[in-house]
């Protein structure tokens, strides 16, 4: 068996096969410039980070009740590398798998899937309907209202957090300029000027 390494084009090609729903891909891509901005941070491979980003929902539509397991056979089955599918898992952990984030990529697409979901949530009740122009304390403001993206998994996120060594705040910013990188593809660029 001859271990691939998958380009963004095989990547997203694979995504859309499993994934129909417009707002899952909208998240995928999402999750990929996010995961790009913060491996510019960490001086590691935005490409790798990015494609794992960008899979790591990939059994969720077809598989919810299989999420973070039914991946690995998957990626298995495609000759994957072992250690996108184990990355891809651990943003599962303690959710749906065991796998334990232990890389900084494994840490921060744990904390930052459920973070783009608050924060894209925050930029559609704004006037603007945009991420161009949120702020840190207009999210900040929103996640104390547990009623505002209840699916959103905060304590997840805090674990995240602390996994990462990082305060919220920063955490949150740095989210939140990953997405505005990709702002109008994934429908947030509102009516900012």
Known sequence: MTVINPNRAEAFS?????????????????????MRHFAQLYGEEP?????????????????PEQHCIKVREILAERNWPEEYIRAIQSHGWK??????PLSNLEKVLYTIDEL?????AAAMVRPSKSVLDLEVKSVK?????KSFAAGVNREVIMEGVSLLGMDLDR?????????QKVAEEIGLKGYVA
């Not at 783009?116 to 894209?120: K, N, P, Y």
């Not at 955490?171 to 997405?179: L, R």
Request: hydrophobic share 45%.
């Open 14 to 34: 694979l995504l859309t096969e499993f994934n129909r729903n417009e707002s899952l891909i909208k998240h995928a891509l999402t999750v990929e410039a996010v």
């Open 47 to 63: 490409e790798l980070w990015g494609l794992i980003g960008l899979m790591h929902d990939l059994d969720y539509e077809q598989y």
């Open 95 to 100: 959710l749906c798998c065991d796998i334990e």
């Open 116 to 120: 783009t979901g608050l924060i894209a």
């Open 141 to 145: 403001k929103k996640w104390k209202e």
């Open 171 to 179: 955490v949150i910013d740095e989210t939140i300029q990953g997405m």
